[in-house]
Each structure stands twice: as C-alpha cells, then as structure tokens.
T-cell receptor, first 113, second 112 residues
Framework: ETGVTQSPTHLIKTRGQQVTLRCSSQ?????VSWYQQALGQGPQFIFQ???????GRGNFPPRFSGLQFPNYSSELNVNALELDDSALYLC????????????FGPGTRLTVT | AQSVSQHNHHVILSEAASLELGCNYS??????LFWYVQYPGQHLQLLLK??????LVKGIKGFEAEFIKSKFSFNLRKPSVQWSDTAEYFC??????????FGSGTKLNVKP
C-alpha cells in the first residue's frame, strides 16, 4: 500500500510568484486536506477536497486555491507569494469523507525570498 | 475563534515515568478529537481518536486519552513511557463545519 506522496520536496520562490504543490493520496482514499505548518507551530488547516469539490476551508485568503482530480490526487496553488507563506505544506488523505482519520505525507518545504 | 491549546511545549521524562499531556480546545459544538504523533524523521501519524461514546479512548502503543466535555479537554496519558516514545505530539480537533484545528505540539524527550 503506497502512502501519501508529495512533490516537490523543497521549493524556493520569489515574492509575488505563483506556486503549485502536488499530492498523491493513499490508495483508496477519496478525501484530501492541505495544511500549512510554520516552524515551531502546529499544522494550520487550509482546505479539504472530497470528490473534486472543496469541502471545508480554514482562514486562508483566496490566493490559496486547490484542485482534486478524478484519481483523487490534488494540487495546492498559491498566488502572489508573500514571505510569510514560507512553511512546510502538508497533504493528508482520508479513506472517506466521514472517516476524519488523516494520513499525512512528508510535506513540501516552501521558501519565499 | 476556535483554537487548540497544548500547554506543555517541551516535556522531559525518564523511562518508566508516567506521562500526561494537556489539550484544551475552544469550540462549543460537536467535535471529533485526535492525537497525532510525529517520531523523528517520520510523518505525522494518528495515535488515537474520539468520536463518541466512552470518553476514555485507547490508542496505539499503550496511549490513552480522556475526553472531558465540561472542561473542553482531551488529555493524553501513558502509564510508563519508553525511550521510543520520544516524539512530538499534536492534539487536533475537527469541528462540525469540517474544519480542523491543531495545537502547537508538545515535544517529549524520554531519557533512557
């Protein structure tokens, strides 16, 4: 059974640029959530996707957007990058929308300069 | 605003000592509660969860947690820690608006 994978591992971007992060959910999981984890903090919920629809959103501005594909993989897009967007971005998948148990990937470390 | 508080940021224990990590949340509606653990160099993984029923829940590796609704708490316990329990522990809450909130984590260092 393949776990949650994320790409890329590390990324460096310049303020104002746009970035796309990718996540492949665990086999059989149809729900994907994205989190931002700043250094020394707990993960902060960005949003969740279930069957290609956004299904819950945290307190993040609209420049954070996402997609889920028919194979349940997902993308996180961040526009107009700011220095404070530098963080570890975690993807987590769940077996079903009502399961709420989340299986986390290793994360993508984004640095904005 | 909803939040999850973990008051112990760093805990150091000797092997065989008992562990209790505090977690309080501020949300008045129905919640689902979780503890996640991150071992050094590994991903976050689920330790235990509470959805409903018996407020004392048991998880993997001998951990348990008690949900006390009146205190908005979900404290994690283990009677006797081992060196291999050295990790960072996160408490998390899911609100009935399908939003998830994590605490800032507690780093546990168990000395052999």
């Amino acid at each position: 059974e393949t776990g949650v994978t994320q790409s890329p591992t590390h990324l460096i971007k310049t303020r104002g640029q746009q970035v796309t992060l990718r996540c492949s959910s665990q086999s059989g999981h149809n729900t994907v959530s994205w989190y931002q984890q700043a250094l020394g903090q707990g993960p902060q919920f960005i949003f969740q996707y279930y069957r290609e629809e956004e299904n819950g959103r945290g307190n993040f501005p609209p420049r954070f957007s996402g997609l889920q594909f028919p194979n349940y993989s997902s993308e996180l897009n961040v526009n107009a990058l700011e220095l404070d967007d530098s963080a570890l971005y975690l993807c987590a998948s769940s077996p079903s929308q009502g399961s709420y148990e989340q299986y986390f990937g290793p994360g993508t470390r984004l640095t904005v300069t | 605003a909803q939040s999850v508080s973990q008051h112990n940021h760093h805990v150091i224990l000797s092997e065989a000592a008992s562990l209790e990590l505090g977690c309080n949340y501020s949300y008045g509606g129905t919640v689902n509660l979780f503890w996640y653990v991150q071992y050094p160099g590994q991903h976050l993984q689920l330790l235990l969860k509470y959805f409903s029923g018996d407020p004392l829940v048991k998880g993997i590796k001998g951990f348990e947690a008690e949900f006390i609704k009146s205190k908005f708490s979900f404290n994690l316990r283990k009677p006797s820690v081992q060196w291999s329990d050295t990790a960072e522990y996160f408490c998390a809450v899911r609100s009935n608006f399908n939003k998830f909130y994590f605490g800032s984590g507690t780093k546990l260092n168990v000395k052999p």
